[in-house]
């Protein structure tokens, strides 16, 4: 039997999450909730996740800064950002953080499935690539992930 993939859901809005819970466990997924940055950051210390996605805004600490924080940390981990307040700079901060795409709010249960799926199969590459590839783990952000965000960058 195959583990479960985890999947770290860091927002201040209970109902973004439980969205998120309702799509990805349905999908065979382990859903586990952050409601801000510094939560989130003490989960991952004490667990390993396949996937963060975050928020941009919340109380303290950014989403922004939360992506910067787990890419430096773990940079085969796929981090997807999910604002309802996306900006060109927000979107350019989010790609030189070398996260995987950043998704506009309101969100469909097609989008979260389809994100979650494309953020797995970079998270597998990537992490095959820094576990193994003598980089001393650092990973470069694979060209998906620049295509991901440059749609969402040019038509903003």
Not at 4 to 24: A, Y
Request: hydrophobic fraction near 40%; charged fraction near 25%; glycine fraction near 8%.
């Amino acid at each position: 039997m195959t583990a479960l993939r985890k999947i770290l859901v860091v927002d201040d809005d209970p109902v973004v999450g439980k969205s998120f819970d309702q799509v990805l466990t349905n999908k065979g997924y382990e859903v586990v909730m952050a409601h801000n940055a510094a939560e989130a950051l003490e989960r991952m210390r004490k667990s390993e996740y396949d996937v963060v996605y975050t928020d941009i805004r919340m109380p303290g600490m950014d989403g922004l800064e939360l992506a910067e924080k787990v890419k430096a940390r773990r940079p085969w981990t796929p981090v997807v950002i999910v604002t309802g307040h996306g900006t060109v700079d927000n979107e350019r901060r989010a790609m030189d953080a070398g996260v995987t795409a950043f998704l506009h709010k309101p969100l469909s249960p097609e989008m979260i499935e389809d994100s979650a799926t494309e953020a797995l199969q970079q998270g597998t590459a990537a992490g095959a690539t820094g576990a193994s590839g003598g980089r001393g783990g650092a990973v470069e952000p694979a060209p998906v992930a620049v295509e991901a965000i440059t749609p969402c960058v040019k038509a903003a």
